[in-house]
Structures are given as structure tokens and as C-alpha cells.
């Protein structure tokens, strides 16, 4: 059954790249919603176990924010054989995002261009559909501002004392380029600000309920090489649980000729050809933090050679979006596969041994090849 799902997948994915993004997402999640997905056979590979942010995954890998913004499917996610899903960019009110259109395929380049700008639901309604979950796994909440917020700020506070009582971990979303001002929050004075006032609020809930939540903060792949480092050291001095690296690019950089006309697009790029960036700063981030920090590896992940070498540039956890869409439900067992061959063929007891063993070598590499 899970091989003949996989295969309509297949078969569908062509009728889907007839719709306009937007509706073929819509389509995706009214399938999740029904049902209507290929499930996880058995137990995964001990080896593929991760330990981290004070919870067991029982795999490394992870829908990244924006797939399922409202707490739609994160159950079907999770059936599927993730071992983790992020819902969000969540915000306190709901907003409408951009006009349409606003999300783009560059079919040619393995990529996507999207300006949503926070599109969601708001607090109420995703908080309503975690509340009812009944099955087990780790479903983590990204949380954001509202585009009109005079205080930022406090909106990701709000975040944290909504879904204090339903999320497995956070995520501040200082990264989305879409957001007018958002990445400002990224300027260090100002990210301290966020922070802390973020872990304040964390650490009150925990004092009086004693369920401590992790807090994970998402960096844009945009960053400034020279503000690398003052950003991190501030996430290192507040002792968050994890950094994230990246979102979406404004970058064109390596974009075929094919893509140029999508390429002039308004928006952040996502897909195959932010690989090679975002992972120079994860190597970066890793060496900053001297590994003490669990990194969330994103950007670029869309077959197995990605997956693995995301984990040796420093990534504890991996996410994906754009990647599945292209690659289909049929991705994520086999990059699972990869996985496993190399714990085998480096003779690993787990694959987290491999984090961060060509660190070195992925953070000398310029950012633009």
C-alpha cells in the first residue's frame, strides 16, 4: 500500500505542476487531510535516532515551517515517517499575507520563489487544532509577528504563552524576508531585545507548570558574513536550545538562465540552488558555537548526497520543504536509506557521529561559488 501511494504521488505530481502552486499546496493538504498519503513502514533504524533539544526524535528529519502554516497535517507528517514537523510561521492575529500571485516554480533549477508574507490563521485557530491532537510525536511551533505589530516583540512572546501547553519546541522566525522589518530583529542589540524576553516568558511558564520548552532561533541565510559572528554570540550568551539556519534567499545566485524569468520574482528562493550557501553558514554557525549548539540544517536538501552532507557541515536535524516537492512523499525513505549507508559504511553507531565532521571544510568555502 505505502509503494502504490508513493506511486500515485508520482503519478500526480505532473497533474499538480498544472495548477498554480498555491492551489496544487491546497490540493496537498486536503489529501493529507483525508488520509490520503503513503505511511512509514515499521520502526526506523535505531542509528537514525537523535537525541536533542530535550526530546527523541526518532529520526533527523523535519518539514520545515510553511509547509503546514496552520496545523493542518501534522499528524499526516508525522505518519509519513518524519520524525519531526514544524507548523507556522504562526502569528497572534490572522493575516492575509501578500496578493497573489506570490508563489513561483523554477522547475528547471529545482527551486521555488515565494513573497506569502506570513499568511496564516493566527494564534486561535492553529492552537484549536494542536489542542486536539491524540497521537504522539513532536510537532514544533514556529512563531512570528504580524506584519502591522508596533511591538515584534512581544508577538513572539504571545507565541510562547499560546502554545506553552501544546508544542514539543519553538521557533522564532527572525528570517523571512516577506515580513517588512522582520530581519531587523536579526541586528544584534535587537536580537538580544527578542531573546530575552522570549526566554523570560519561556522560563515563567516553566517555573509554574515545570515543562521547560525548547527555543530555537532561525536565521536568514542572508546574514552578513561580518555579522555572523556578533549574531551568534549573542544566541550563545542567552544559552538558546538551538539555531536554525536558514530561510528563504534573496540571492539568485545560481539560477539558470532557464529560471530568469520566474528569477525576477519578488520574493525569497528556496530550493537547490540555496544549498550551497546555506550550508557554508551552517558549517560556519557550527564552528562559531564549537558544536555545543544543536543546529537545524535547512535550504537545499532535495536528495541524498544534501541530506548527508547538511549533517556533516554541522547539522543535528535536518528540514525540508521545497525538496518534497519536487522529490515527492518517495524522498524521505530514501534519504532515511543514505542515511543509514553511511552509519554502515563509516561504521557510526548513530548518525548524529557524523555532525559536523567536514565542518572545516564546508566553512572555508566562499558563499558564492
Not at 2 to 21: G, K, V, W, Y
Not at 87 to 100: A, K, L
Request: glycine content about 10%; proline content about 6%; hydrophobic content about 45%.
Amino acid at each position: 500500500m505505502r509503494l502504490m501511494l508513493a506511486t500515485l504521488f508520482d503519478i500526480a505530481r505532473p497533474l499538480l505542476f498544472t495548477l498554480e502552486p498555491e492551489q496544487a499546496h491546497e490540493a496537498t493538504l486536503r489529501s493529507l487531510e483525508a488520509g490520503v498519503y503513503p505511511r512509514a513502514e515499521g520502526s526506523d533504524d535505531p542509528r537514525l535516532a537523535v537525541n536533542t533539544l530535550g526530546l527523541a526524535f526518532p529520526n533527523p528529519f523535519g518539514i520545515a515551517a510553511g509547509f503546514d502554516k496552520d496545523a493542518r497535517v501534522f499528524s499526516a507528517v508525522l505518519g509519513m515517517g518524519f520524525g519531526h514537523a514544524e507548523i507556522g510561521s504562526v502569528t497572534p492575529r490572522p493575516q492575509p499575507g501578500n496578493p497573489r500571485p506570490r508563489v513561483f516554480r523554477l522547475v528547471e533549477d529545482t527551486a521555488m520563489i515565494n513573497r506569502l508574507g506570513f499568511n496564516n490563521g493566527g494564534h486561535a485557530a492553529a492552537l484549536a487544532r494542536l489542542s486536539a491532537r491524540r497521537l504522539p510525536g513532536i510537532v514544533g511551533v514556529n512563531v512570528g509577528a504580524n506584519k502591522d505589530s508596533e511591538d515584534k516583540a512581544a508577538d513572539y512572546v504571545a507565541g510562547i504563552r499560546t502554545f506553552a501547553g501544546v508544542a514539543s519546541y519553538f521557533t522564532v522566525n527572525v528570517s523571512s524576508p516577506n515580513t517588512p522589518g522582520l530581519r531587523d530583529l536579526q541586528a544584534p542589540a535587537a536580537l538580544d531585545d527578542l531573546v530575552g524576553r522570549v526566554l523570560a516568558e519561556r522560563d515563567r511558564i516553566a517555573a509554574e507548570t515545570g515543562q521547560r520548552r525548547a527555543v530555537v532561533v532561525k536565521l536568514a541565510p542572508d546574514i552578513a558574513e561580518e555579522d555572523l559572528a556578533p549574531v551568534v554570540a549573542v544566541l550563545v550568551a542567552r544559552k538558546v536550545d538551538g539555531i536554525a539556519m536558514g530561510n528563504t534567499t534573496l540571492s539568485r545566485s545560481g539560477l539558470s538562465k532557464a529560471g530568469e524569468a520566474h528569477a525576477k520574482e519578488a520574493g525569497g528562493l528556496s530550493g537547490k540552488p540555496l544549498f550551497h550557501r546555506a550550508t557554508v553558514l551552517l558549517a560556519r554557525v557550527y564552528q562559531l558555537t564549537e558544536g555545543r549548539i544543536p543546529l537545524i540544517g535547512i535550504g537545499g536538501i532535495w536528495d541524498e548526497a544534501t541530506a548527508v552532507a547538511k549533517i556533516e557541515a554541522g547539522a543535528t536535524l535536518l528540514q525540508l520543504y521545497t525538496g518534497l516537492v519536487y522529490g515527492g512523499p518517495g524522498l524521505l525513505p530514501r534519504m532515511k536509506r543514505a542515511l543509514v549507508r553511511h552509519a554502515d559504511l563509516h561504521k557510526l553507531t548513530c548518525i548524529g557521529d557524523a555532525t559536523g565532521r567536514r565542518a572545516g571544510e564546508w566553512a572555508a568555502k566562499p558563499l558564492v561559488p
